[in-house]
């Protein structure tokens, strides 16, 4: 028997009671027995989202949500800023470019977060810029881009919309929708709030729903205002994935009951203590600045292929972590430490990956890192 | 205590196995543990649809995968013909207009089927014709069209691609994919497959491909051509359902326990004795022609509101099924006899109907409509 740990920034784990909630018999989505249910996953949303404004529920990846960012809000040619960091920025570059608008590029080195000032930057240059598309957490790279800076930086531009992908941020970091003024934010369920995948999560600003009205790329599926109708009376535009929202309610409730300000310091002292560990075994963060909550990628010691540190992991010790993508893959590996984390997942990978590279000749002493951890982690909830 | 009892044209009830299955622990959609999991769901599909095409698997309801038979294999402009005989067909306008196709359609008077002669005559006058869109079952009025018959229409030109919305008639009909020549198939996961909302199905036939060379139309999420590159690495495009995924896999195994004849002859029997049961309590089907075996809608009897029929079914005996949709609403009520149906779920609907007809007043002598139901359902598997 080989014992399975799932430590990838997505799909994370999700709990029992989340899992038996979605094992519920399914139930109608136009019928009233639903309506509670969508109720109670739109306002915890907002709630998770720290705002007033509409989060749309829609029945798709992650991605689907940022495709409906580009598609409701936009018109064929014009000019947006996307900063690209990494996979995942490019990944809005091009979703733009599928739709026709004119992108402009903030490219920034992989394992880097964007300077607001070059943002700012950019804004005075091109007057044109109608939004500016960027992560919160970039996946690939283990970084969080400074989403409050940036914020303060765009929200001087009347008419540009500040877009933000918060697929893997979300949960691990504190994010000011309404105070910072983040106007479109999107989500999805198979990273911090600990579902499996297939819902994706959008709030809209007032500014953004503005923009919508003289938007004219084409739209069905991902048809925001539509959604925005249908949310209002507790239901989706297309059918409901019910049993997803039952689970997302669940996962909420989990929230909920740890609070906010709690949530996101288990977060960061849960990636506080892998950065600090992997540190002290000799190695290298692949962030260079600004490492992210949600993900730390570390860098394969010299010599060693960081692909064969991830398999090693996964088939010798039966932990799932992540390799690392396109340029990246070779030269790091990546633990997850997102939603359903807690200490003792910190200390299996920990100690999995100190494993793993003796194994493979690196030199270390059993239980450097682990010991590191162990000391950090002591303080969480303690 | 009112036990709950789901008779719905989607979602339908999911076995308690493919709900348990679901909740097993989450696997990540890009490490081998989940190469035979879709591997065996696209093997499944394939027998499924009766097709050696690519029948691809995506993250989204229904629409979606409607919208991407839209959007991966035509053009702006394209002329294009749509038979609209109900909600479902509206959608198909819909859809094809928010890309800007030129949408012709064949307007079928809700209740009826198309004649396959028209479409020829359609074909024939107008040459451009690109595409014809049209629904196996229309659930908003519980009519079949006659796929083969127009399969073989469509077949002459071509140029032209046939498209099939099987959402729900898949599972209730025999749709030979490849031997009618049907080019874009598209299927939900929520209605005879057993599962809860939340994927798509669509198989493209080689003609199609080639038309997907073509096409401009702008696709991010819905990209087919992604989409199939993927699969045939037992991938999908983005993060895979996997817990949707691996539910699939039970219900496949499910319905080829049970041999496809077998299933298209059960979904035959259930509604053929819904239709005839209630027939004998003097109600009338909205069905002229061509009853679809997934869903019967029923004809309220005058001076009695179909949504009221559909509510005390609901609230007294906790059955719910459907009521009427849009110029329907009130006309009509609907049962499902669709996936995970059996004879004493026909049983319960009709019982059912008749205790809600006869507190409301219409004149009924209990039993009438059951007696009909049971001697046609024991022929079933005996």
Redesign the interface.
């Given at each position: 028997m080989l014992k399975?740990y799932?430590l990838?920034p997505?799909?994370?784990?999700?709990p029992?009671n989340v899992?038996?909630a979605?094992?519920?018999?399914?139930?109608?989505?136009?019928?009233?027995?639903f309506l509670p249910v969508l109720d109670s996953a739109k306002k915890g949303l907002k709630w998770l989202y720290q705002t007033n404004n509409d989060v749309l529920i829609l029945?798709?990846?992650?991605?689907?949500g940022m495709?409906g960012a580009v598609?409701n809000f936009f018109n064929k040619g014009d000019s947006v800023l996307v900063i690209n960091g990494g996979k995942f920025g490019e990944r809005w570059t091009?979703?733009c470019r599928?739709?026709?608008l004119g992108v402009e590029e903030i490219t920034v080195e992989w394992g880097h977060a964007v300077k607001p000032e070059e943002v700012e930057d950019r804004l005075k240059k091109n007057k044109d810029i109608k939004g500016v598309f960027v992560q919160a957490s970039e996946t690939s790279t283990g970084v969080y881009h400074d989403i409050k800076a940036i914020a303060s930086v765009v929200k001087k531009y009347e008419d540009t919309l500040f877009i933000v992908d918060a697929i893997s941020a979300l949960v691990a970091h504190d994010l000011r929708t309404d105070e910072w003024g983040i106007d479109i934010m999107v989500g999805?369920s198979?990273k911090g709030l600990m579902l499996?995948?297939?819902i994706a999560f959008v709030s809209v600003s007032e500014k953004a729903w503005a923009k919508a009205e003289t938007s004219k790329?084409?739209?069905?599926?991902?048809n925001f205002k539509k959604e925005r109708e249908n949310l209002a009376r507790n239901q989706t535009n297309?059918?409901?994935?019910?049993?997803?929202i039952i689970g997302l309610n669940e996962s909420l409730k989990m929230l909920r009951a740890e609070g906010l300000e709690n949530v996101f310091k288990r977060h960061e002292t849960l990636a506080n203590a892998t950065r600090e560990a992997v540190k002290a075994l000799g190695l290298e963060l692949y962030a260079q600045e600004s490492p992210s909550n949600a993900v730390t990628a570390i860098m394969s010691p010299p010599g060693l292929d960081g692909q064969a540190v991830y398999k090693n992991l996964?088939e010798k010790y039966g932990i799932?972590a992540?390799g690392g993508q396109d340029r990246a893959r070779g030269k790091v590996f990546r633990i997850a430490h997102l939603g359903y984390s807690d200490r003792f997942d910190i200390i299996t990978a920990i100690a999995g990956i100190e494993m793993v590279l003796k194994g493979m000749g690196y030199p270390l002493k059993f239980g450097t890192g682990v010991a590191v951890a162990q000391e950090l982690l002591m303080a969480q909830g303690g």
């Open positions: 399975r799932l990838a997505g799909p994370t784990p999700v029992s899992l038996l979605m094992a519920s018999p399914v139930i109608h989505h136009r019928a009233p027995d029945c798709s990846t992650g991605t689907g495709v598609n091009k979703i599928a739709y026709n999805g198979q499996p995948p297939g790329l084409p739209k069905f599926y991902f297309f059918t409901s994935p019910v049993t997803l996964r799932t992540a």
